[in-house]
Structures are given as C-alpha cells and as structure tokens.
C-alpha cells in the first residue's frame, strides 16, 4: 500500500483504530468450535463487521504459531481473506523478527512474498543489516520497535535513552522513508521528545485497552502536525464478549473507541 | 536436556560443534525434489549421518517460514524427527522471538510445548517480562542475544556497551540460571570481557564457516574454565557440495572442523 493511501484511509473512515487479531483459540466463543478453522472463521466474522469502522489490521504470529501447522495455516487464510476481500486495511504481521542479511532475507520472503503484508514489526537489536532486506520491497514498510507498552522497556530502551539512538540512527538509514516505529500506549510522557526526531513518520501504538494506555492521552501526545498514527487495540475488542453476541460487542467498543478518537 | 547431559555429551563426543539447519529449497541438491518433503529428507539424511559428530542442531525458522505452511510442516517433521531418533541431540529454535508477556507466552507454548525444542533464541530489547515466560520451563533455556556476529552489532550492542548491559542485568534476573547467550564467532575480541562477567554461561556462537569466523580464535577466546560454548555451522557444511555426494562433502567438513577444535 502507498502511504498516502493509508493516510486518505485515515481521513476518509475518520479513524487511526487497528484491530489486533490476537487470536487465541481457547479464548473465543464456544459455538465456533464446531467449524474446521474456528480462528478463521472469528476473524473472518470480525473483519466483515468492522472494516468500515477500522483502518488496519495487526496480527501477532505467537498466537498462530503456538498451534503449529493448523495455526499458521489459519494465519495464511486470515491474510488472504483480507487481501481479497478489504484490501483497503494497511495489514500488519507483528512478528517482532530481524537476523543477519541472508536470514532477514528468507523473513522478509515469508511476510511480504508469501504472504503480502504490508508491513511487519522488527526488533532493531542487530543493526541496519538486520532491518535492510526489509526496506528493499517497494510500498512495503518496516515497523521498528522503539519504546514498547511493557514494563521491561526500562531495562534496556529507556537505559542511556536507547530508544532515541534507535529513532536517531534508523532514520538516516538506506529507504528510512518506509521505517514507521512501535511507541507504547503507557509511554506518553516521551512523546514529544519521539516526535522531535521523527516528526513525520508513522508511529505504531499498541497499548491502549488491556494494557492500560488511554487513547485521548495518546492522541493529545501524537498528533500535533499530522494524521500519522496508528493506534492497536486487540484484546479489549476482540474478547468483549464470550458469547454469540461477541460481534455486536467488538462493534459496541469499536463505536466506542472512534467517539474517543473524534477525528 | 539438562545442562549436566549436554556438558556430557560434549566431554563424550569431543566436540562443540552444532549443526544448523538453515535448510532453502533452492540450495540443496536437485535430485532431492523428487520427495514429497525435499527441505525435510534433506535435513534427515544429514542427520542421520552427521548426529554421532555433533552436539546441537540449530533450526533457523526464517527458512521454513518462507514457504508458509509447507515449511512449518518441514520443521515440526524435522524437530519431531530429531526427537524421537536422536534425543542426545540439544535442540535450538533460532527464531529470535520476544514480545509482551501474554504474547511471549504463546511462543513459549509453540517451541517448548508444540515442538518440544530445548531452546529458543531471544531478543532482549523488550526487557525482562519479554523472556521471563521462557524462563518458566524446566529444562528449557533461552539463548538471550547479547553480541551478534553481522556487522549491524555496531550499531545499538557495541554502542554504550549495551551488550554488557544485557549480561549484566539478565543475570540477576528469576531463573537465569537457564539463560545462555549469543556471542558471534566475529567478535572474540570482546570475549574476555563476556566472560567476567557469565563465567559459567554456555555461549551459543554463530558466525564460522560463510560469516568468517575462526574456530580456534573462538575457541581460544571463549572456554578456559569449562566446556561451556555451543559453535554453529551452518551453510559451510550443508551446502559443501550440491551434487550426489552432499552427505560425504557435509561429513568431512564436520571432521575438518572437529580437528580444528581437537578436544
């Protein structure tokens, strides 16, 4: 997708919302079960509800990977299913990966080949030959960890303010234009130190419901110049109800979370 | 495997050496696409040849991923296989992976339960939450990165020393007692400095072979007390020939590299 798609998308549907298909097969409603692929078919529902209502869609591999072959096919399924039928949603693999050259390589193959992502989150750890093969794929997008939700970021990101010396560093590398960076929801307080340096670059931010970021305090800290975040919700959405209402329920706090946003 | 067996192994089969598995269907022999499963025979055939000559198996996860399902079958037919035929054999997921507590804990379940790998390999920027998850099995262990063997460890470990910072802190983290850690094979001159402070850790080195790396300058770098460092090869011994004769080519760079380490 080209960002200034993604941006039109923003402005259109009047909405930075994500929706984080965190799909965890023992967490959804029962009566689903009785499907061949019950994650499949949760997400399908979802996404036919809500698509006018959101402007991506992230999906953390952990979720499928922790149920082997038959979960990264339902992974390969939820993404073609979305190419197909809403390729207007930037989509996101939240796969936290990065390794030598020839190995992010074989990576990148797998998201953005494979699977045609738009983009994925990299853990930025092993430098700028980890992160490259990734920005080589044109209209496609690298989603650097910077400073996550979770409390472990003050071991190592907010140490000697490695998150700045990420944002530093990254933004004068080769193809830095298709960097966008993951910054907390719980995290607001270092905004406009991120934004000083990255003024224009999309920011990923994860956090806000179950993590227990607020989405005014969020937008309030972002968004001063541009449209250019993006803001995940998972759990909060998709397990708001366990039951057969559970798609009126992702709706309800869907509606919810766009009043909050205003846009 | 407890850490008291794999130091036995190495004591009884007088090497150090692990086999990594970073199987690419377009580089092993064109006769072995006759197999339902090519990616899967060819890791077999080394295996069964080469498991008496070796300690570990590393499996690279980024080269099965990019083929999608298809790859995830050849993996989990590979670690079953290693498994169920040569159990002294210690097993690492090379999958880089971390993420949120309640995310880490989902790949946790796909590698430790679902795959029943010994070991996984981490990234520490996320912080001690990120690991901890792993760090809940018994007889499991995390093999944290600390310095990378490609030239992009430069670029954020090298810098403020961050990758002392992650020795130092991971160590005194609960059940650090199962962390192991990443030095690359290119970077020796740190070693001495890596082992002040985990004396005891078993290292996992990467880098030999195609990265440049020495195996007697690691070697003498990294083990004057004990016996604890795991030295991976992988594309200088699985792809030594692309003929018929891979498997004798793939043993006798073993022995070559088991002389050099001469135990």
Redesign the interface.
Known sequence: MKLSQLINNIKQKKTYLCLGL?T?IDKIPKHLLKYNDPVYEFNKSLLNRLHSKIIAVKI?T??Y?????K???SL?KTINYINSNHPELFTIA?A??????N??N??A??FFK??NFDSITI?????????NEFLKYKNKYVIL?AL??????????L??N?FL??LN?SKKWRNSNKLMYVVGATKTTHYKKIRSIVPNSFLLIPGVGS?GGEIRDVINHSTSTSNNIIINISRAIIYSSSGADYIDKAEEVVDKYNKQINL
């Not at 853990?123 to 992160?131: A, H, I, K, R």
């Not at 996550?148 to 990101?157: L, R």
């Open positions: 965190d965890d953390n952990a979720f990977e922790s149920r082997g072959t979960g990264w096919s390969e939240d936290k990966r990065a390794d030598i050259g190995t992010s074989m990576y193959k797998a494979k699977m853990s930025p750890y092993m430098g700028e030959d980890s992160v960890l996550t939700s979770n409390k472990g970021a003050k071991d190592f990101q140490e000697n490695l010396d990420v560093k993590q």
